[in-house]
């Protein structure tokens, strides 16, 4: 099962979850926010906490980090 998963291409592993999601009534605003909060929490991972890294990385200020990580409640 794992080979099979690994050759699916990124759209097809998100639009099976997403599958997922949509049968167990997830919200969107509840599903954006999941993703969101997993995919910065991952980032920081990769940049070992580096904020200034992780914006650049992400595409978006450092501010910007720091307010959604405030609002997402992801601790430092």
């Known amino acids: 099962m794992e ?3 690994k050759a699916l291409s990124l759209h ?3 639009e099976m979850l997403i599958q997922e ?8 605003k509840d599903a954006m ?4 909060r997993i995919f910065i929490e991952t980032a920081s991972k990769k940049y070992q906490r580096n904020m200034t890294k992780v914006a ?5 200020h450092r501010n910007t980090l720091h ?3 405030k609002s ?3 601790k430092k």
């Open 3 to 5: 080979k099979k998963y």
């Open 21 to 28: 999601m949509v049968e167990k009534e997830l919200l969107l």
């Open 56 to 60: 650049t990385a992400l595409g978006i």
């Open 33 to 36: 926010k999941e993703f969101e």
């Open 67 to 69: 307010n959604r990580t």
């Open 12 to 14: 097809q592993k998100m």
């Open 72 to 74: 997402l409640k992801i």
